[in-house]
């Protein structure tokens, strides 16, 4: 439902950049003594925390920008290629090789990925536009900083949690400034709504997926969240007038069914366990 209350911001003169940052800003001045307890952390492992902070930063800053500009349902399906990209991560990063099943499941993604792309003005599968390519591109900003919280094991939730929005507030910034984008001219309780967008919903949502993926398999977490995609397909159908074409919805199930196939599987440390 994270989208809805982005849109209600925007109407209400608030950019996509802007409302970024403010939103990552309140969240982290909220907890700016983990924060400061987290430096240690950082100072053992700084390689690994800011390419941590680079990935979240760059996956929420681009899926922000992709619901705001483009059509709720087929982000979230593009977007929830993630799962794909992480079995192929955890292989290279945490060593988890992927099986048959994995295979399968990659083939099955990428034909869906196909028919959903597929467009006969450009004659080719390929995103048709800015918002397609935020969406893969946060998925898959997703997906490492998922690998990447699961390898980071001696590193707390919080501190990692804080480092993600570290990330945001940095890329937010980085891009205000190459788009020159101006400062909004905003009523005050649009800024308050904002921050509280961030107080709220952002500190219970990244709790919420950073003690998961910490405490759970890759392959595992990566299917739970799959619900998101039940829960903005429906939101959208009740909240928006945006339409649905049949081959995203084909290409959607199999998007889904193989992230599903790559999520679900077992290995013998699960049965041992």
Known sequence: MFWYPLRLLESAGLSGLWLTLIV???ALVAFTQPAWRGLAHWRAQPGQLALLALAAGWCNAAFILAVLEGTVVRVLLLFYLSPIWTVFLGWLVLGERPTGRGWLAFSIAMAGALIMLWSEELGVPWPKGKADWLAVSSG?????A?????????????TKTVTAWVGAVFVALVWIALAAAPVPQVAGGTVIGA?????FGMVAMTFSVQYGVTHMPVYRSAVILLFELVAGAVSAQLLTDEKVLAQEWVGGLMVLLAAWFAASRRTDTDGRG
């Open 195 to 199: 921050m509280a967008l961030g107080l």
């Open 24 to 26: 990552y800003t309140a």
């Open 140 to 144: 898959m900003a997703f997906a490492l």
């Open 146 to 158: 998922n690998v990447l919280v699961r390898r980071l094991q001696s590193v707390p939730v919080i």
